[in-house]
């Protein structure tokens, strides 16, 4: 029995495999139609949606099959998804790929199997729609032609589903931007006003106009980082799924963005240290990454006075880790990890009082997720955060 040969892009075909979020997901109505219609035109008793996992190929349809998942050493789409077309075995028995098969010479007793590679938009060879049968035969080309029109639906009904999620999301972002603008926007504007008005009627005096403008003014400052952002990321939602990936100099772009942040660090008394070797090379979308890095050391810089935040990075096999680590307030047990997850409401202020809505971090999230990465906070109360990115 010879088993298949890995794909030459394995990694990157996982990955789109497992965006689709199909896998070990209950049985639907529209996958479960597509190997019934299959089965009935190629008259196969058995026709399957086979996805190859790492290990396995499991079926998110099947027709005349009870078993679930096969081990992938054995597996027949193994083979199929190394090739451009359908691929086709018209009698296992007599190829010296399958003759020993346990799948040939113990039930199902394959004979005949027929597959087509599921296919991505961006070439990647997710599974295959396949048909068996216990006895050799062949397809006519009106079969082998419908069986390449039902595995291009089942790849269009997977997308789809990828972007009515991301659709739903952007949905679900945009409504809490709205709120967040219409309130944040609203308050400091409406103090202003009401100083201004209270000036004019003799109703405070230069001391106290003094001491609420300088409120209003943080609060202002707030809002314009927080307009910024959202300026920011909806420019970058114009291009969505065409990320420009490029060699950069991590170094080189962590001390512009320290630059970019002196003033602001020096108010409070924080010290920036970029802790990223020279030449120091990611394989990302620059423009990205510098409103993830810049977000964060701004979030650092909120929580920390008199202290320091340093950027480092480290490789780990393929993957880059990039920590922004500062020495402020900390947060208490438990909430580093609500902060990604939806359940913290980042209404938390600031050392001096700098009011918080937790946008910034919620578009860093979206962000980090569509460059295949992840993003956790490590922290405790008094000790500092770690904001740590795996890409």
């Known amino acids: 029995m010879n088993t298949a040969q890995l794909p ?15 896998l070990d997901t209950p049985q ?26 790492a290990n396995r190929q499991w079926f998110k349809a099947r027709v005349g099959l009870d078993a679930t998942e096969t081990s992938r050493d054995i597996s027949f789409c193994s083979h199929a998804i190394l090739q451009d077309n359908i691929f086709e075995i018209p009698d296992a028995r007599q190829d010296d790929r399958f003759f020993d ?32 049968d216990r006895v050799p035969r062949h397809l006519n080309e009106r079969q082998r032609f419908a069986l390449k029109v ?47 008005e209270f000036r004019n009627n003799d109703l405070l005096d230069e001391a106290e106009t003094s001491s609420m403008m300088g409120s209003i003014s943080l609060q202002l400052d707030s809002t ?15 291009k969505f799924d065409k990320f420009n990936y490029d060699n950069i100099d991590l170094s080189d772009l962590v001390q512009r963005i320290v630059g970019s942040q002196v003033l602001n660090n ?20 620059k423009r990205v990454l510098e409103f993830i890095l810049r977000n964060l050391m701004s979030n650092a810089n909120k929580f920390t006075e008199n202290g320091t935040i340093t950027i480092s990075a480290v490789r780990d096999g393929k993957q880059t880790e990039i920590k922004v680590t500062d020495t402020g307030v900390g947060m208490l047990e438990g909430k580093a990890e609500q902060l990604f997850n939806g359940t913290e409401n980042g209404t938390t202020q600031g ?20 460059m295949n990465g992840s993003i956790s906070a490590h922290s405790k109360q008094g000790e500092g955060a770690c904001f740590k990115i795996v890409l």
Request: with cysteine; charged share 25%; glycine share 4%.
């Open 101 to 132: 098969n346990p799948l040939v010479t113990h039930d199902p007793s394959i004979r005949y199997y027929a597959g087509v590679p599921l296919v991505t938009s961006t070439g990647s060879r997710l599974g295959t729609l396949c048909v068996i």
């Open 351 to 370: 050392t001096q009082n700098e009011k918080g809505n937790g946008l910034g971090l919620l578009l860093v999230k979206e962000f980090v997720d569509r």
């Open 224 to 238: 314009i980082d927080m307009i910024e952002n959202v300026v920011n990321w909806g420019e970058m939602q114009l």
């Open 28 to 53: 639907e109505q529209e996958f479960d139609d597509i190997v019934r219609l299959a089965s009935d035109l190629c008259n196969m008793p058995i026709s399957l949606i086979s996805l190859v996992d």
């Open 150 to 196: 039902l595995a291009d639906n089942v790849i269009k009904v997977a997308e789809l589903r990828i972007k009515n999620k991301h659709l739903n999301y952007l949905t679900q972002t945009q409504k809490r931007i709205i709120s967040i603008l219409a309130h944040d926007v609203r308050n400091p504007l409406a103090s202003l006003k009401s100083v201004i």
């Open 8 to 22: 030459a892009n394995e990694l990157s075909r996982l990955e789109a495999l497992y965006k689709t979020e199909l």
């Open 266 to 285: 020096r108010d409070k008394g924080n010290t920036l240290v970029n802790a990223v070797d020279k030449e120091f090379i990611v394989n990302t979308d």
